[in-house]
């Protein structure tokens, strides 16, 4: 069964720094690897997604990357904003395309 | 905007009554997903569907059922509600035919079962 953790859980940095959150998964025979952003009584808005093929996903600040042997992704945070605090999760999804397991989140706090 | 709505966003109900929860997309993705969110769980799949009538069980279905007669929509039904059934439930939706896409959710219905 897969496991998804994610550490750690919360995350305080000043305003402008980098940072780095941590996604690891116990089977490595995944399909693709995704990474959401989700604000206190909101849904899950999609940032990245990462097939099994790829190493790496930019999109704006955000860079994630994926080492599938290792079992582990990063979603890299260059130079943090406020607007940026909000709970990380990310979600392996299996062979089986019908299922994701999701990690508990990192919930970032970006102080002015 | 992925075209997800859900119905409704919050609903209060007493114990052993049914309830439905209903997904509706506008872009006639064919794999839906019903997911609930407990703090200390994280979001676990309760049921999903692949097709029109083409329905499987997620990692949480005890207690649920679902149906998609329409492919723009899909119901998640507690037939007796319990109060371990108090969640978020969160309908999600992935473009492409095999499933493997990226996922898209609605903005979440809260569920108290008193």
């Known amino acids: 069964k897969q496991e998804v953790t994610q550490i750690p859980a919360a995350l305080s940095v000043p305003e402008g720094e980098n940072l780095v959150l941590n996604c690891s998964f116990t089977?490595?025979?995944?399909?693709?690897l995704q990474w959401f952003r989700q604000d206190p009584g909101k849904g899950l808005t999609s940032l990245l997604l990462i097939q099994s093929s790829q190493r790496e996903q930019t999109s704006g600040r955000l860079n994630a990357s994926l080492d599938k042997s290792s079992g582990r992704s990063t979603l890299y945070i260059a130079a943090s904003q406020p607007g940026d605090s909000a709970t990380y999760l990310c979600?392996?999804?299996?062979?089986?395309?019908?299922?994701?397991?999701f990690g508990d989140g990192t919930t970032l706090t970006v102080k002015p | 905007d992925a075209g997800i709505t859900q119905s409704p966003r919050h609903k209060v109900t007493e114990t052993g009554t049914p309830v439905t929860l209903r997904c509706h997309q506008t872009e006639n993705h064919r794999y839906m997903y019903w997911y609930r969110q407990d703090p200390g769980h994280g979001l676990r799949l309760i049921h999903y569907?692949?097709?029109?009538?083409?329905?499987d069980k997620g990692e949480v279905s005890d207690g649920y059922s679902v149906s998609r007669s329409k492919t723009e929509d899909f119901l998640l039904t507690l037939e007796s509600a319990t109060s371990s059934q108090t969640s978020v439930y969160f309908c999600?939706?992935?473009?492409?035919?095999?499933?493997?896409?990226?996922?898209?959710f609605g903005e979440g219905s809260r569920l108290t079962v008193l």
């Open positions: 569907s692949y097709g029109v009538k083409d329905t």
């Open positions: 089977d490595s025979a995944i399909y693709n």
């Open positions: 979600a392996v999804r299996g062979r089986d395309a019908g299922k994701s397991t």
């Open positions: 999600a939706i992935s473009p492409g035919q095999g499933g493997g896409g990226e996922l898209f």
